[in-house]
T-cell receptor
Framework: EAQVTQNPRYLITVTGKKLTVTCSQN?????MSWYRQDPGLGLRQIYY???????DKGDVPEGYKVSRKEKRNFPLILESPSPNQTSLYFC?????????????FGSGTRLTVV | KQEVTQIPAALSVPEGENLVLNCSFT??????LQWFRQDPGKGLTSLLL?????REQTSGRLNASLDKSSGRSTLYIAASQPGDSATYLC???????????FGQGTELSVKP
């Protein structure tokens, strides 16, 4: 089944403790992206990647890092989480070229930083 | 800067009604527009994608239209059912960078 898999689904952590949210897709998509969703602010892009070893900042990149060493994986790293990073996070992937670029989203990771 | 607006923010209808959700965007230079469904606490499910050169797309009881020149899209849901209750999001993809820019969503409740 074509899908984007995020782990973990739920995470509670303390301020300053480094964490990684993993994201993997099995559709051979070039383009991958991370979004956060907050009440009243909607979905905002954090980082994106157009292909292996190519990453760039989205609208709200502060406090986050990403890497793209393999085409299928795009982990989101919070080096020193803070309470304002409490949010619902989504990983997404799509083809970048061609006539149809459906975005496929993961199920989300609900992060709470205390 | 592209901005996407969805009206209304919430909608409650009785089962069986036909309904229309609205999406508007400020910059007509879009690559495509996609409608998503989000159930509470869940991920986004893609419903329909309309390329910038297309006027509409249909899938079952759903029909999405696009008028690029006026910066508008509508999602038409025929014969609504309680299982259609969810938040519906529209998002435009600008050509550069592939980023999706989302509206705030319309929360739909279909009452039995």
């Amino acid at each position: 089944e074509a899908q984007v898999t995020q782990n973990p689904r739920y995470l509670i952590t303390v301020t300053g403790k480094k964490l990684t949210v993993t994201c993997s897709q099995n559709m051979n998509h070039e383009y991958m992206s991370w979004y956060r969703q907050d009440p009243g602010l909607g979905l905002r892009q954090i980082y994106y990647s157009m292909n292996v070893e190519v990453t760039d900042k989205g609208d709200v990149p502060e406090g986050y890092k990403v890497s793209r060493k393999e085409k299928r994986n795009f982990p989101l790293i919070l080096e020193s989480p803070s309470p304002n990073q409490t949010s619902l996070y989504f990983c997404a992937s799509s083809l970048f070229e061609g006539p149809v670029q459906f975005y496929t989203f993961g199920s989300g990771t609900r992060l709470t930083v205390v | 800067k592209q901005e996407v607006t969805q009206i209304p923010a919430a909608l409650s209808v009785p089962e069986g009604e036909n309904l229309v959700l609205n999406c508007s965007f400020t910059d007509s230079a879009i690559y495509n527009l996609q409608w998503f469904r989000q159930d509470p606490g869940k991920g986004l499910t893609s419903l329909l994608l309309i390329q910038s050169s297309q006027r509409e797309q249909t899938s079952g009881r759903l029909n999405a239209s696009l008028d690029k020149s006026s910066g508008r899209s509508t999602l038409y849901i025929a014969a609504s059912q309680p299982g259609d209750s969810a938040t519906y999001l529209c998002a435009v993809r600008n050509g550069q960078g592939g980023k999706l820019i989302f509206g705030q969503g319309t929360e739909l409740s279909v009452k039995p």
